[in-house]
């Protein structure tokens, strides 16, 4: 089992910037995809951004060209930089490992609002 914890989240004003991070610890050998999913009030959960084991990363096509994933193997973390950021970016955002049936972190709220 992998245990994950993220961190930075917060308040920000639309058009501005956040980096969400997510730590891994324990059975890390099954992390892959690792993967970034959000749920807003009222709505489904839905994948945002993951990093296959090949280092490939995969995007929600409407977030493609201002999310950025990332990982820093050294450090057994796993990043999501967000610019550009709108108020329908307002979300739960989730660590997950190894596939939806996989391991979660308990999420970090991002707020867009002015």
């Known amino acids: 089992q992998v245990q994950l914890v993220e961190s930075g989240g917060g308040l920000v004003q639309p058009g501005g910037s956040l980096r969400l991070s997510c730590a891994a610890s324990g059975s890390i050998f099954n992390i892959y995809p690792w993967a970034w999913y959000r749920q807003a009030p009222g709505r489904q959960r839905e994948f945002v951004a993951a990093?296959?084991?090949?280092?490939?990363?995969n995007y929600l096509h409407t977030i493609k060209d201002r999310f950025t994933v990332s990982t820093d193997n050294a450090k057994n973390t796993l990043y999501l930089q967000m610019n550009s950021l709108k108020p329908e970016d307002t979300a739960v955002y989730y660590c997950?490992?190894?596939?939806?049936?996989?391991?979660w972190g308990q999420g970090t709220q991002v707020t867009v609002s002015s």
């Open positions: 997950n490992a190894g596939g939806f049936r996989g391991s």
């Open positions: 990093m296959t084991s090949g280092g490939i990363p």
